[in-house]
């Protein structure tokens, strides 16, 4: 596709609930990032895939959060056993591999936890 | 660790007349130095980015940053506001770790 896809755009969940967010990053892009922003705040880092190198995890807020990235390609960021306070917009980014250039953002999937 | 500050949580200023988002960074090594823009209910945009070479770097809608490598700052700024102009904007900054790193964000609001 021309952009990075997420899905789904909007996501409302019970709390305890499992939930699963994917992103589609742009073709041959081997840099892939995932971050959360709360109610229009800061960009928090969570995690970063390049390449076949072993991912950066630094930003996880905890062990309910996890991601995988298969073939290279699609990344799916899974949230286990769901808090409110999981509430905010999850942003994938993709970039072509090296320092200077810049991500690519998709639109980002908003999640609720009710 | 690589970081990026952004002193001012809320920028105001009236249209027309130039405008300066500040950021500083902390890098180890050569810092690579991106600007996003996020309009209300719409995704991030790139803005502009600092590599190497000239200090003054010119971007999208008018938007241009200087990189001040002994004040460890990358101010955006305008020459002239536009009322459009009124968003979220990031700082980032990319290191050796290639991670991409991002500021807290400046609201700028440019008022007629």
């Known amino acids: 596709g021309a952009g990075v896809s997420q899905s789904p755009s909007n996501k409302v969940t019970e709390k305890g609930k499992d939930v699963e967010l994917r992103c589609d990053p742009i073709?041959?892009?081997?840099?892939l990032y995932w971050y959360r922003q709360s109610l229009g705040q800061g960009l928090e880092f969570l995690i970063y895939?390049?390449?076949?190198?072993?991912?950066?995890k630094s930003g996880l807020p905890s062990d309910r959060f996890s991601a995988e990235r298969t073939g290279g390609s699609v990344s799916t960021l899974t949230i286990q056993r769901t808090q409110q306070e999981d509430s905010a917009v999850y942003l994938c980014a993709s970039s072509s591999p090296g320092q200077i250039y810049e991500a690519f953002f998709g639109q980002g999937t908003r999640l609720t936890v009710v | 660790a690589q970081s990026v500050a952004q002193p001012e949580d809320q920028v105001n200023v009236a249209e027309g007349n130039p405008l300066t988002v500040k950021c500083t960074y902390s890098?180890?090594?050569?810092?690579?130095l991106f600007w996003y823009v996020q309009y209300p209910n719409r995704g991030l945009q790139f803005l502009l980015k600092y590599i190497t070479g000239d200090n003054l770097v010119k971007g999208s809608y008018g938007f241009e940053a200087e990189f001040n490598k002994s004040q460890t700052s990358f101010h955006l700024k305008k020459p002239s506001a536009l009322v459009s102009d009124s968003a979220l904007y990031f700082c980032a900054v990319r290191a050796h770790t290639d991670k991409l790193i991002f500021g807290t964000g400046t609201r700028l609001q440019v008022f007629p």
């Open positions: 890098v180890s090594g050569n810092p690579y």
């Open positions: 895939f390049q390449g076949n190198s072993a991912p950066d």
């Open positions: 073709s041959g892009h081997t840099a």
